[in-house]
C-alpha cells in the first residue's frame, strides 16, 4: 500500500496531524486481521478503502500546497514517490524471492516469479485480474496479490498530479467541478459493472479511482479554508460528533460488510465517507487526538506500509507449506514475523535511506534497482521454463496446470451456470445446458464441487438420459429465501436457475456443493422440488477435501512420487467435512424424500483413509487436482457408484 511521506502528514499551515497516522493504523490492522481471520473479521478488507482515501487527500494536499507556493515539480514528486516507496519494497521483494525458493517448487516459482515482474512495473492489479480464476489459483498461493493496490495507486500518481496542475491555478468551484466528475464518472462505473464484472471493478483503477478522489476531494476543501473546517460546522461539539461518527461508520464496516458481498459497489461508500469524515473534522478536536492520535496508533501507522507489505506474503507462504486450515496459533505467530520484520523495515531500510542517505542519484539508483529486479524475475522465469526438472517438478507442474493440460472446464461444461469458473455473471446458459426432450430428465445442480461430477455422470448415465446442468462456481443452491451467506452474483444466478428448473420439471435433481451442507434446509428444498413435479432428489456429500493442495503435500512427503500410498490418514483431511457426512447419512437413512449418497464413504476407507489416486486400468490419476476438486478419473469412479446406488 503506497502511503505518503510522514513529514508530509499536515495541513497547509504546517502542522503535523497525527490522527491521520492513527487512520492508518485502523486501516492495516483491519487488513491484517481480516487476512488472517477472513471468517471472524468479515469486512476487514475495507482497510484499504480506508488507505485509497487517507493517500488521495494527502498526495492532494501535497501538491496543492506546493503549487500555490510556486514550488511543485512534477520530477520532484516522483522523486519523492520513488524515495518513499521503493527501498521497503525492493527489500520484501527480495527476501521473498529468497522464501519462495526455499518453499515452493520450480513450476510454482516460475509463476511467482513472473508475479515479481509486474509488481515491479505496478502492473500487479492487471495480472492478477487476468490469472486468478476459481480452481488452481486462490488468493492464499499468490504471496505478491496484495500488490495489486500498490498498482492502482502509483496508476493513479501517474494521471492525478497532471489533473491537479491544470485545475489548481483555476477558482475553487471549478477544480470542484473537476475533481467531482471524475469522482462521479468512477463511481458510477463500479455501480454499473459490480453485479457482473466484480473482479474487473475491484481490481482496475478506473473503478478505484473515485475513492482516492474522494480524500482528493478533502484536501480541495481544507486548503481552501486554510487547513481547518470553519463556520459553524467548527465548533469542538460538532467537531467530535463528526470524528465519532467517522470512527463508528469505519467500524461497523469492518463487522458487518462481508466478502460475499458485491464489493466494492455501493457499499463502499461507508468506509469512504468515514474516512472522510475523520480527514475533514478530527484535526480540529480532543476526541480526534484521544481516539487516533495515541502513541499506540500513531506507532502503527508509521509502520503501515511496511507491515502492508510483509503481512501478506508471510501469511500467503504459510498458507502454501501448512494448507489452507492452518493453525490459528501458526496464523499469530506469522502476524508477530511480520509486524518485526515490519519495524525492522521502517528503522533500518525505508527511514536510513530516505532520510540519512544523501545523494543526489538516489532515486535514479532505486529506479533502476527495481527495475533490475523485474529484469531478473522476468528472466528466471524464462529460465525456469526451459530449465531440467526433476520427477517431483514434473508431478508439481501436471497438477498444477491439470485444468488446462485436460481440458477439464470444457468436459465438465463450466459454462452450464450463470457464473463461469472466471466469476463472471452471463444473463443466459446456453441451450444444450438445459435441453428438454423425450428422455428421462436429469438436473445437476449446485456449485463447482456439482458440475466436477458432469463428465463422470454423462458417462455413467449414458445417452439414455437427458442430463441437463445448472451448476456456477462458488454458488451453492438455495430457495429464494435462503440465501443470506450468498453474494449478489449467487443470489441472482441462483434465481434464474430456479426459474429453470421450474421450466425443466425434470424427473430428477442431483445436487451437489462444497460445504456449509449442514446450514442447509434439504427438506424445505427438496418439498418445492417435488411440489413442481420432481419424482427423486438426491443429495451428494461433501468430497474428501485436504488441508493442502494434494499433489503439494504428495510431492513433499514423497519426491521419488513412484511411493504414494493409495490411501492418507484422515488427519490430513478437513475433518469437520467428515463429521458432517456422518450427520447427513445418519439424518437422511430413513426419510425417503431424499435419497442421501456420501462421496466420503466412496473414497475413503474407515482405517486406511481416503484415496490419494484412481487406477482405472489406463493409468493412474490423483483423486484431485487441488483441495478437493475431482479429477476426470475420479469423477468417473464416483459417478460409477452413484448411479449403481440410484
Not at 486501516?27 to 480506508?50: M, R, S
Request: hydrophobic share 45%.
Amino acid at each position: 500500500m503506497a502511503i505518503p511521506d510522514n513529514n508530509n502528514n499536515v495541513f497547509k499551515n504546517g502542522f503535523y496531524r497525527p490522527e491521520i497516522d492513527g487512520l492508518r493504523a485502523i486501516a492495516i490492522l483491519f487488513v491484517v486481521v481480516f487476512h488472517a481471520f477472513p471468517q471472524k473479521f468479515t469486512g476487514g478488507f475495507i482497510g484499504v478503502d480506508v488507505f485509497f482515501v487517507i493517500s488521495g487527500y494527502l498526495i492532494s494536499s501535497i501538491i496543492f500546497k506546493e503549487i500555490a507556493a510556486g514550488k511543485f515539480s512534477i520530477l520532484a514528486f516522483y522523486k519523492k514517490r520513488i524515495n518513499r516507496i521503493y527501498p521497503a519494497l525492493i527489500f520484501v521483494l527480495l527476501v521473498s524471492i529468497l522464501i519462495s525458493k526455499a518453499v515452493l517448487f520450480k513450476a510454482e516459482i516460475a509463476d511467482f516469479n513472473l508475479s515479481v515482474f509486474f509488481s515491479t512495473i505496478f502492473l500487479a492489479n492487471i495480472y492478477f485480474l487476468n490469472t486468478l480464476n476459481y480452481f488452481d489459483n486462490s488468493a492464499e498461493n499468490h504471496p505478491l496479490l496484495h500488490l495489486w493496490s500498490l498498482g492502482v495507486e502509483e496508476q493513479f500518481y501517474i494521471f492525478w498530479p497532471l489533473l491537479l496542475i491544470l485545475i489548481a491555478p483555476k477558482s475553487f468551484y471549478f477544480s470542484l467541478k473537476t475533481i467531482s466528475f471524475f469522482l462521479v464518472t468512477s463511481f458510477l462505473l463500479n455501480l454499473f459493472f459490480v453485479s457482473t464484472y466484480q473482479s474487473n471493478v475491484f481490481y482496475m483503477p478506473f473503478t478505484r479511482l473515485w475513492e482516492l478522489g474522494f480524500g482528493s476531494l478533502c484536501a480541495l476543501f481544507l486548503n481552501n479554508l486554510g487547513g481547518q473546517i470553519t463556520g459553524r460546522t467548527s465548533t469542538p461539539f460538532y467537531s467530535n460528533l463528526m470524528t465519532l461518527l467517522g470512527v463508528t461508520v469505519i467500524f461497523c464496516s469492518g463487522m458487518f460488510i462481508k466478502s460475499t458481498d458485491s464489493f466494492p459497489g455501493w457499499l463502499a461508500i461507508f468506509p469512504v465517507l468515514g474516512s472522510g469524515l475523520i480527514i475533514l473534522y478530527s484535526g480540529s478536536n480532543n476526541i480526534g487526538k484521544w481516539l487516533l492520535g495515541n502513541k499506540f496508533l500513531v506507532f502503527i501507522g508509521l509502520i503501515s506500509y511496511p507491515l502492508y507489505l510483509w503481512h501478506w506474503p508471510i501469511l500467503a507462504f504459510g498458507h502454501i507449506h501448512y494448507g489452507y486450515l492452518m493453525d490459528k496459533n501458526i496464523k499469530l505467530g506469522l502476524i508477530f514475523v511480520s509486524i518485526i520484520l515490519a519495524i525492522t523495515t521502517y528503522y533500518c531500510v525505508e527511514n536510513p535511506l530516505r532520510y540519512k542517505v544523501v545523494n543526489t542519484k538516489k532515486s535514479l539508483i532505486l529506479f533502476f534497482a527495481l527495475f533490475l529486479l523485474g529484469v531478473y524475475s522476468a528472466f528466471s522465469y524464462f529460465q525456469l521454463q526451459k530449465s531440467s526438472k526433476t520427477i517431483s517438478d514434473i508431478f508439481v507442474s501436471n497438477h498444477k496446470n491439470y485444468v488446462t493440460l485436460n481440458e477439464w472446464t470444457v468436459k465438465n461444461r463450466t459454462h452450464c451456470g450463470f457464473i463461469d469458473y472466471k466469476g463472471v455473471l452471463v444473463d443466459e446458459i446456453k441451450e444444450e445446458c438445459v435441453e428438454k426432450n423425450k428422455k428421462v430428465g436429469i438436473l445437476l445442480w449446485g456449485d463447482s464441487h456439482a458440475f466436477q461430477l458432469y463428465y463422470g455422470l454423462h458417462k455413467s448415465f449414458g445417452d439414455k438420459y437427458q442430463l441437463n446442468q445448472l451448476t456456477s462456481s462458488g454458488c451453492r443452491p438455495f430457495l429464494e429465501n435462503g440465501g443470506n451467506l450468498e453474494t449478489l452474483n449467487c443470489k441472482l444466478s441462483n434465481l434464474k436457475a430456479l426459474n429453470h428448473i421450474k421450466i425443466l420439471k425434470p424427473e430428477m435433481v442431483i445436487i451437489a456443493q462444497k460445504d456449509l451442507h449442514d446450514q442447509t434446509d434439504w427438506n424445505l428444498i427438496a418439498n418445492w422440488l417435488q411440489n413442481i413435479g420432481v419424482r427423486k432428489v438426491v443429495l451428494i456429500g461433501p468430497a474428501p477435501q485436504w488441508h493442502q493442495y494434494l499433489y503439494r503435500y504428495l510431492a513433499k512427503q514423497y519426491p521419488d512420487i513412484k511411493s504414494i500410498p493409495k490411501y492418507l490418514n484422515k488427519q490430513v483431511l478437513n475433518s469437520d467435512l467428515i463429521k458432517v457426512d456422518e450427520d447427513l447419512k445418519h439424518k437422511y437413512s430413513k426419510q425417503t424424500n431424499i435419497h442421501y449418497i456420501s462421496l466420503i464413504d466412496i473414497l475413503c476407507d474407515e482405517l486406511l483413509g481416503c484415496m490419494t489416486f484412481i487406477d482405472d486400468g489406463a493409468g493412474e490419476e490423483l483423486t484431485t487436482f487441488d483441495y478437493g476438486h475431482l479429477g476426470l478419473k475420479a469423477s468417473v469412479f464416483v459417478s460409477d457408484a452413484i448411479f449403481n446406488s440410484l
